[in-house]
């Protein structure tokens, strides 16, 4: 897509769906650090260096990539790889019965994870967790990435960044922990994908 065009769709989307898109648009165009972003919906989506909230807004917002999560009427959604929480404020922000178990490995990640939680007055609809979902429950060497959306336990699937052991806990330990049924799994996780489940 040509740079102009890019750039009109992103002012439309933060308009669309953000409070603060004047702010927002304005750094984003000068390439400063974006504050914040502050969704018509109610909530707020904080971010740190190594995010990259644009995208987010892009693909979890815009073009509702995970949409269907919206659409099966479970009543728990166990986010792996949750980053810093746009899925899982996108799922209770649509539905005030669900409940979530949010699962990010990435220490720094996981702050902001965690901070988004607070802030928006979910703790009590939303557990997170610092483990990373693999084969079993233990530890991990996760190779954190330039990016946040780039850690992986894998180092081929990583760019860049420094390697770091974080604690596991297997696909069927973190299910059963929900202690429900009737739930969603929305696994995002480069590199565990195919060890997580076969062990299940």
Do not use: C
Not at 15 to 34: I, K
Not at 143 to 149: K, L, M, R
Not at 163 to 187: E, Q
Request: proline share 5%; charged share 20%; aromatic share 8%.
């Amino acid at each position: 897509m040509r740079p102009k065009l890019w750039a009109l769709r992103a002012l439309w989307r933060m308009f669309r769906y953000l409070r603060n898109w004047r702010e927002v648009w304005t750094a984003y165009r000068a390439a400063q650090p974006l504050p914040a972003l502050r969704f018509r919906r109610g909530f707020v989506l904080n971010h740190g260096p190594a995010d990259d909230p644009i995208l987010l807004l892009h693909t979890v917002f815009a073009r509702s990539e995970y949409g269907a999560l919206n659409a099966g009427g479970s009543r728990y959604l166990v986010d792996i790889g949750a980053n810093i929480g746009s899925v899982t404020l996108d799922r209770v922000s649509r539905d005030p019965r669900v409940k979530v178990d949010a699962y990010e490995p990435n220490p720094l990640t996981f702050d902001t994870l965690s901070r988004n939680i607070l802030e928006n007055g979910l703790a009590s609809r939303v557990r997170v967790f610092p483990d990373a979902v693999a084969g079993r429950d233990g530890a991990v060497v996760l190779w954190t990435g330039e990016s946040s959306v780039l850690s992986s336990i894998s180092a081929s699937d990583a760019v860049g960044g420094v390697s770091v052991s974080v604690p596991s806990i297997s696909l069927d330990h973190a299910i059963s922990r929900t202690g429900g049924t009737g739930l969603a799994v929305k696994i995002d996780a480069a590199g565990a994908q195919v060890e997580m489940l076969e062990l299940v």
